[in-house]
């Protein structure tokens, strides 16, 4: 299991992270919804270790982290046992999305085949522009790319941030298919997204956040019928802007 215990993170004199609690199971999906500037994109960075909280603990299987470090250099990294795909996607600029999929695959063991990697390209429609660079094709194309690189390496954690923000309804259940096919696989997955639907159908565990806290947690119920009133009332802000 991955998990984050009374995880805490300031930028200067702003908290942005308060006493977060997160789990991440093999198998299952956590989604995190929240308005922007909630602290969901900080948790997710902190889970991985690529921005560690000032306080609290991260468990990676057997592995615990505890804050604050006493050396700033963390020891024994999980990459990309724990691999993350941010809304910002950072494909490099100077590589084809081919070579982007590629060289980290190549890089690390034990990642995908060659033919797996390519039944990925062809199953989120990559191959007509994947001789591309990232500049020369869409938004919603570097989000697929960015997500077959990550699942190429066969990570046990995979931590998504907003990666259907730009996909059409297809792709997006596209990634909801591949999602469950990780499940099978025993796939630990966190979600961060403002797809309420998405939401509800993909999520084992689901976790509202707010101003750096988390204000509701549980099983996918939460929803449909929400026992928090902050939690209502931002799923009906939702719905009625889609």
């Known amino acids: 299991m991955l998990s984050g215990k009374g995880i805490s993170k300031a930028f200067g004199k702003t908290s942005v992270l308060r006493d ?3 789990e991440v199971h093999p198998g299952e999906i956590t989604v995190v919804i929240g308005p922007s500037g909630s602290g969901k994109s900080t948790m997710l960075r902190a889970l991985s270790l ?3 909280p000032d306080t609290g603990s991260i468990t990676i299987d057997d ?3 505890e804050f604050p470090l006493h050396n700033p250099v963390v020891r024994n990294a999980p990459w990309p046992e724990v691999t993350v795909v941010f809304q910002q996607l ?5 590589l084809t999305l081919r070579q982007n999929i590629d060289l980290p695959a190549a890089e690390n063991r ?6 797996d990697i390519q039944e990925l390209v062809e199953e989120f429609e990559l191959e007509p522009f994947i001789g591309r660079y990232p500049n ?4 919603g194309q570097r989000q697929r790319a960015a997500l077959v690189r990550a699942i190429a390496l066969k990570p046990r954690y995979l931590l998504l941030d ?23 696989e025993n796939t630990g997955i966190l979600v961060i997204t403002h797809l309420i639907g998405f939401a509800r159908r993909s999520a084992d565990r689901v976790l509202f956040l707010e101003n750096g806290q988390v204000l509701a947690s549980g099983d996918p119920s939460l929803l449909v019928s929400p026992d928090n009133e902050r939690l209502r009332k931002f799923l009906s802000l939702v719905e009625n802007a889609v």
Request: hydrophobic letters at 45%; proline letters at 6%.
């Open 63 to 65: 592995r615990v982290f």
């Open 110 to 115: 034990p990642a995908r085949s060659c033919a």
């Open 162 to 184: 907003e990666i259907t923000s730009a996909l059409d309804i297809e792709h997006v259940s596209k990634v909801l298919n591949r999602l469950e096919k990780l499940q099978k």
């Open 20 to 22: 977060v609690d997160v």
């Open 90 to 94: 950072f494909l490099w600029p100077h």
């Open 50 to 52: 690529l921005g560690p």
């Open 136 to 139: 020369e094709v869409s938004l």
